[in-house]
């Protein structure tokens, strides 16, 4: 299987298939930090990739507007 990183652009190949949550393992990267894309479907743990498939693992961004949850000054 073909797994490119982003926003890294690095690439990896990896010999057979493997469970989306083995591959993180493998890669040491923590579930929850990043999305594993096929063909433009968002991919869960349990989902079996196969050794000649191409998966995206995209990291996740999480933040907000400056101010974080604070409510819009009134006028």
Known sequence: MKATL???????ELPGRRRVGDLLAHL????GTV?????????T????VGPQEEVEIR????GGAPGGSEEPPST
Request: aromatic residues 0%; proline residues 7%; negative net charge.
């Open 6 to 12: 982003l926003p890294q652009k690095r690439t990896i």
């Open 45 to 48: 743990d349990d989902e079996v």
């Open 28 to 31: 040491q990267i923590t579930p």
């Open 35 to 43: 999305m594993v894309i096929r063909n433009d479907q968002l991919l």
């Open 59 to 62: 990291s996740v961004i999480s």
